[in-house]
């Protein structure tokens, strides 16, 4: 089954220590990508690949850094997690720009 | 402006037809989609639509599009609670990659 998978489902923490969302997608997708949702917000998106070893900034870039080592994984890290960065994260991939995007479930993230 | 609006809620009686309305200040995307976000859930493509067309239609669903005034719609007929989501009109572009998301219209159903 296509999907894309990401991990934890939920997560909270505490202000400060360091953290990874995994993600990873079964379709053979070149283009991945990490968005956050929040109320009255929509979505928008924190960093975005477009092929292994090719990432870039996407509209809410501070606080976050990804890697793409590997076609299937995007991991996306925190590495000072502060309470503004509670939030609802989606993992989405896409085989080309214009094509229909797939999104993981969802992480809930606080940090306390 | 954002790049994308949308009004935030939508009310319809169950049976009604809903009209959910997006504007975009970039044209330029080839294609433009609606998806539906459940309550809890990720996000899963609704529908899309070329941008060289002006409709198409998907058992219940049909969508608009008004290239000239970049106004894109999604009418759904027959609404039933199961159809109570969160619905966004992202398009590609605005960068070298990505979906540009609006803010996503709250559909509540009322029996």
């Known amino acids: 089954e296509a999907q894309v998978t990401q991990n934890p489902r939920y997560l909270i923490t505490v202000t400060g220590k360091k953290l990874t969302v995994t993600c990873s997608q079964n379709m053979n997708h070149e283009y991945m990508s990490w968005y956050r949702q929040d109320p009255g917000l929509g979505l928008r998106q924190i960093y975005y690949s477009m092929n292994v070893e090719v990432t870039d900034k996407g509209d809410v870039p501070e606080g976050y850094k990804v890697s793409r080592k590997e076609k299937r994984n995007f991991p996306l890290i925190l590495e000072s997690p502060s309470p503004n960065q509670t939030s609802l994260y989606f993992c989405a991939s896409r085989q080309g720009r214009n094509t229909e995007a797939f999104f993981g479930q969802g992480t809930r993230l606080t940090v306390v | 402006g954002e790049d994308v609006e949308q009004s935030l809620f939508l009310s319809v009686r169950e049976g009604d037809s809903s009209v959910i309305n997006c504007t975009y200040t970039?044209?330029?995307?080839?294609?433009l989609y609606w998806y539906k976000q459940e309550p809890g859930a990720g996000l899963q493509l609704l529908t899309y639509i070329f941008s060289n067309m002006d409709m198409k239609q998907d058992q219940r669903l049909t969508v608009l599009l008004n290239k000239k005034d970049k106004h894109l719609s999604l009418r759904i007929a027959d609404t039933q609670t199961g159809d109570s989501a969160i619905y966004f009109c992202?398009?590609?572009?605005?960068?070298?990659?990505?979906?540009?998301f609006g803010k996503g219209t709250h559909l509540i159903i009322q029996p």
């Open positions: 992202p398009y590609s572009g605005g960068g070298a990659d990505g979906l540009t």
């Open positions: 970039d044209s330029s995307s080839t294609y």
